[in-house]
């Protein structure tokens, strides 16, 4: 690990290291960059020296001392050259940068300082367990390894999956679909090369997936600065759809891609079905083989109903939520919420709630068919 | 000081020979706690039929594992004492008796196996809801139950608009009735012991149980799963009727409106609720000085979305989730204890039970719970009702609030309730 004077070396260059970030954040005009050159010239001829008193141990030894090369600091082997001290400066640098600048990097900062005094504490610890490098450094694998690799893999996925939706966004559908399919064959392909050819070199494998990491990540960064492409909001099921008064348009896109099959069928309160000669009618679930034509709903609560279409056209379900004076005195617009249409055979869910007794509405509730006159199942809310 | 010279203050400062008597103490009270004459939740006492498939099946594995319990934890306790550290040298180990622990083995599951044939068909039989004749929406809230009553028959009663009513669960006697139960805010539990087990009401879902009593009485139960400061006052009663008085009760459930007579203290009443409590409550077929409804919102006010319904309140025997009567001690013990044949006429009359005909007040109405609950609702019950601390639920409550009613005003509310009934 490091000798005494290369710890007071590293100190004094990691102070001048602040100053000179600190002096040149606060400080302006021809003073701050004269301070800051003169500060970072310290800091460099501090770091100079560190490495230096590192590499010779101090040149510590004294001319009596018995086999110098064996038992002084200075004949010991050189433990590696470790990346966390610097990596510790930088994230102590990040942290006074961020508190006056953006919280984000204050933040990113202290996890990046935090990383690097564990890595740092821990290569310290290591390099002192025996006097056997190779053994030491198993130490230091299996005590970090569980950490780095876990968190390399996350870094390396978020990165595919960022630089993989940035394509994306960016392209058009129809490109979309072929991007899509071409970099999965390209990954298959790959993937079965790799597979297929086992005596491929480590790093002939490791070479190929670094390439295509980067030209993945480096297109996704191209194509989030690019932004995203313009996506048309859909449109919605509003109460004029449900009551059959939106544009042909409108409904059409809403129908084209209706799932029509339902997998949950528990807490129904009941089966709405349109039957194949036009009759709409209500099973309350637990009561087989009784119609009924009102259900009894209570206020404030969410009620499910599944509807399902035996006709052959295509047709909506529609509960009718009634019509309610407003604040100010005026009427406002009926209140409505509908599947969409459902062809012939296909089931589809609808949830509502209704906050306000019957007595409050100027229209009934109720669940009807629009376009289909008279084929209603009344809703009671007491 | 001289540890022998202190007082013994704690069980571990005792000597072990005075420890124990304690210990039997609190044994022998856990013991008897279960012998209490009158339970009314107990689920050892069915009084319906699903209730008694539940019991026919705890009962006999209850006495199975006991058997059983006793006879490891007799092992246990034999092995313990007769091989103590005596000071003996350490016995021979070995792997142990493979035809023992065989043995151990195939006992357990085939007891397990024999079990399970019952469970699975008892659970099958209190899945069976084909039979119901009636279907209740059971709704949960903090901390309180709402029954709404579809419209139908309900076993051999009409109903004929939707009923709305809170804490008692009313149903026709020997009838199967299918609850579908479910919460508005957090889960609740819905049970009663005597009646049948347990079922969950979840947000969002819709959960079924058949209920059904053998004959008329009143049936008491409990809020199950934790829901929030008042879960413990979270109750909940079924009461059976015979088929005539059920019917009874359905009508007088539907009967029109009765506005009080003008000029009377219930009149005066009357537009105190309207100003006061009818934001949140609803009372049927009140009406404005205009004609038109009055329309609660308790959506605005509360959490949940809704307020009990005190169209007929005093044809319940108690408020506030089931938590305080408003019938007298007396009178409800009579109820209580009335025999089946006598429970719905005694029922069906209230508070208004054992009343001379002309009286203007009933005998059996416990008025003082009624006026402490109407002065400070939340010091009778906890709620969230500090409007100082509601900025987490957008302003709105979950309970009753204190609506620092007047003496003055809380004598005219209550002159109008005693004619919801």
Request: charged share 15%.
């Amino acid at each position: 690990m490091f000798t005494t004077g290369s710890k007071l070396f590293l100190g004094a260059t990691a102070v001048s290291t602040i100053g000179a970030i600190v002096w040149a954040a606060s400080t302006g005009g021809a003073a701050g960059v004269m301070g800051t050159v003169g500060l970072t010239s310290v800091a460099l001829v501090f770091a100079l020296l560190t490495g230096l008193n590192f590499l010779t141990r101090d040149g510590n030894v004294a001319g009596n001392t018995p086999d110098p090369d064996r038992t002084t600091a200075a004949g010991q082997p050189a433990v590696g050259n470790s990346m966390w001290p610097l990596v510790a400066g930088v994230g102590a640098a990040g942290i006074v940068i961020g508190t006056v600048s953006r919280p984000v990097v204050f933040k990113v900062a202290v996890v990046v300082l935090l990383a690097a005094l564990v890595e740092w504490l821990v290569q310290g610890f290591s390099e002192r367990a025996s006097g056997d490098p190779a053994y030491n450094d198993g130490i230091r694998k299996r005590l970090l390894h569980p950490l780095e690799f876990p968190i390399l893999g996350a870094f390396i996925a978020a990165a595919v999956i960022y630089g993989f939706s940035r394509v994306m966004l960016s392209a058009s559908k129809d490109a979309g679909k072929i991007i899509f399919i071409f970099l999965g064959a390209l990954v298959l392909f790959a993937g079965f090369v790799i597979a297929a050819r086992r005596g491929m070199a480590k790093g002939t494998a490791l070479g190929i997936g670094v390439i295509g990491g980067v030209a993945l990540l480096s297109v996704g960064v191209v194509s989030a600065i690019d932004g995203q492409r313009t996506i048309t909001p859909h449109p919605e099921l509003t109460a004029a759809v449900c009551l059959g008064k939106g544009s042909a348009e409108q409904e059409a896109e809403l129908d084209k891609n209706t799932s029509e099959k339902v997998a949950a069928k528990s807490s129904v309160a009941a089966n709405v079905v349109l039957t194949s000669n036009n009759r709409l009618v209500a099973f309350i679930n637990g009561i087989p083989n009784v119609e009924y034509h009102e259900l009894t709903v209570g206020r404030s609560t969410e009620t499910r109903v599944l509807f399902r279409n035996e006709t052959g056209v295509d047709q909506r379900l529609t509960a009718r939520l009634g019509t309610f004076t407003q604040k100010d005195g005026t009427k406002g617009n009926e209140e409505a919420v509908c599947t969409v249409r459902i062809r012939k055979g296909g089931e589809a869910f609808l949830t509502f709630k209704v906050a306000k007794p019957q007595a409050a509405s100027s229209t009934p509730y109720q669940l009807m068919i629009p376009g289909l006159d008279g084929r209603v199942v009344q809703l009671l809310v007491p | 000081m001289d540890r022998s010279e202190a007082t013994v203050s704690t069980l571990g400062d005792m000597p072990k020979s005075r420890r124990r008597w304690p210990l039997a103490a609190v044994a022998l009270g856990l013991v008897l706690a279960g012998c209490a004459k009158n339970a009314p939740q107990d689920t050892f006492d069915p009084a319906g039929p699903n209730a008694r498939d539940i019991n026919n099946l705890a009962m006999p594995v209850f006495i199975i594992a006991g058997v059983v319990g006793v006879i490891v934890l007799g092992v246990v306790v034999y092995c313990v004492w007769r091989f103590r550290d005596r000071g003996q040298d350490i016995p021979e180990q070995s792997h142990g008796n493979p035809k023992l622990e065989i043995a151990l083995t195939i006992l357990p599951a085939i007891i397990l196996a024999g079990i399970s044939v019952p469970t699975v068909v008892t659970v099958f039989k209190l899945d069976k809801k084909s039979d119901t004749q009636c279907v209740i929406n059971v709704t949960g809230q903090q901390w309180w139950w709402e029954y709404d009553y579809t419209t139908g028959n309900c076993g051999k009663a009409k109903i004929s608009a939707p009923i709305v009513t809170s804490g008692e669960l009313v149903i026709p006697a020997n009838t199967p009735v299918l609850l579908r139960i479910t919460s508005r805010d957090v889960i609740h539990s819905y049970w009663i012991p005597r009646l049948n087990g347990k079922r969950d009401a979840v947000p969002g879902r819709l959960h079924t149980l058949r209920m059904q009593a053998d004959q008329p009485g009143l049936y008491t139960g409990q809020c199950t799963e934790f829901c929030g400061l008042s879960h413990a006052r979270m109750r909940m009663a079924a009461v059976a009727l015979n088929d005539a008085d059920f019917q009874s009760w359905v009508d007088n459930q539907l009967e029109a409106y009765t506005p009080p007579k003008a000029g009377t203290l219930a009149a005066t009443g009357e537009a105190t609720f309207t100003a006061q409590c009818s934001k949140c409550h609803q009372v049927n077929g009140l009406k404005n000085a205009d004609g038109s409804p009055v329309l609660s919102s308790p959506d605005l006010y509360v959490v949940s979305g809704v307020a009990p319904n005190l169209t007929n309140l005093m044809t319940r025997t108690a408020i506030a989730g089931w938590t305080f009567d408003i019938l007298s001690e007396q009178c409800r013990l009579k109820l209580w204890n009335a025999k089946p044949a006598d429970f719905g006429k005694l029922y069906l009359q209230g508070v208004w039970m054992d009343t001379p005909a002309g009286a203007t007040k009933p005998v059996c109405f416990d008025e003082a719970t009624l006026r402490s609950w109407l002065r400070n609702a939340p010091a009778k019950k906890p709620m969230y009702s500090d409007p100082t601390k509601l900025a987490s639920t957008g302003g709105k409550y979950r309970g009753m609030p204190n609506l620092h009613l007047t003496d003055n005003q809380i004598d005219e509310l209550i002159a109008y309730l005693l004619e919801r009934k």
